[in-house]
């Protein structure tokens, strides 16, 4: 409801930053909120990992997951992953991310107050 307040733990900040910057970095809506989405859930479920990786294969699955269990690009001819060979994979700096959430946060609090 426009208008009124919400609260966001910092895990939900990570999928309402990571989609501004997908947004921005062209990608429709419906691509930005998907890969946002299933990252903030992989970070959540893992929120030591200094990175996420999203790989999209050839038979249009997509999947996030800790970079270490993502076979090496010189794997990917012969190695699956979920069944199907690896088309792309796109790996975001989650640690950074935590960290600039932080910071914009506590930037907020200082120019509004806590209980703005």
């Known amino acids: 409801m426009a208008g009124r307040t919400?609260?966001?733990?910092?895990?939900?900040?990570?999928?309402?930053?990571?989609?501004?910057e997908l947004m921005e970095g062209g990608y429709s809506r419906e691509a930005a909120g998907r890969i946002a989405c299933a990252i903030?859930?992989?970070?959540?479920?893992?929120?030591?990992?200094?990175?996420?990786?999203?790989?999209?294969?050839?038979?249009?699955?997509?999947?996030?997951?800790?970079?270490?269990?993502?076979p090496s690009a010189d794997q990917w001819d012969t190695a699956l992953f979920s069944g199907s060979d690896i088309r792309r994979v796109t790996t975001f700096n989650i640690e950074k991310m935590r960290r600039l959430i932080a910071h914009a946060t506590a930037e907020k609090l200082r120019t509004f107050g806590s209980e703005d």
């Not at 609260?7 to 989609?19: A, K, T």
């Not at 970070?43 to 990786?53: G, Q």
């Open 6 to 20: 919400r609260y966001f733990e910092p895990d939900d900040m990570i999928s309402i930053w990571l989609y501004r």
């Open 40 to 70: 903030c859930v992989k970070a959540t479920v893992h929120p030591e990992a200094k990175a996420i990786a999203y790989v999209e294969t050839y038979v249009g699955s997509r999947h996030a997951c800790l970079p270490e269990d993502v």
